[in-house]
């Protein structure tokens, strides 16, 4: 139902775009997010956007990363610039309805110093 791509190895200060294509029923109706996990630390919020397009990021991220939503192609990007070594990790999309969230599999990012 969640379908998350364009991971990859890239610079310090280089920038990615991650997609996450959504099945219909969750992307019209749920909160749309990414959230990364790095080794040894636990799962972690990164961005999130609503139906209505309201959006909410980590402090660690604002001012480099924006989330979006383009609603004729059901799919959640992030686009992530100034990247940092520390924003190494794999990342998750996310949809969450009412109280239950689903996940997609993770797409590796990892920055290189």
């Known amino acids: 139902q969640l379908q998350a791509s364009g991971g990859g190895l890239v610079q310090a200060g280089g920038s990615l775009r991650l997609s996450c294509a959504a099945s219909?029923?969750?992307?019209?109706?749920?909160?749309m997010g990414w959230y990364r996990q790095a080794p040894g630390i636990q799962r972690e919020l990164v961005a999130t956007?609503?139906?209505?397009?309201?959006?909410n990021y980590a402090d660690s991220v604002k001012g480099r990363f924006t989330i979006s939503r383009d609603n004729a192609k059901k799919t959640v990007n992030l686009q992530m610039n100034s990247l940092k070594v520390e924003d190494t990790g794999v990342y998750y999309c996310?949809?969450?309805?009412?109280?239950?969230?689903?996940w997609g599999r993770g797409t590796l990012v990892t920055v290189s110093s």
């Open positions: 996310s949809a969450t309805v009412l109280a239950t969230t689903f």
């Open positions: 219909g029923g969750i992307f019209s109706s749920g909160k």
């Open positions: 956007i609503t139906s209505l397009g309201t959006t």
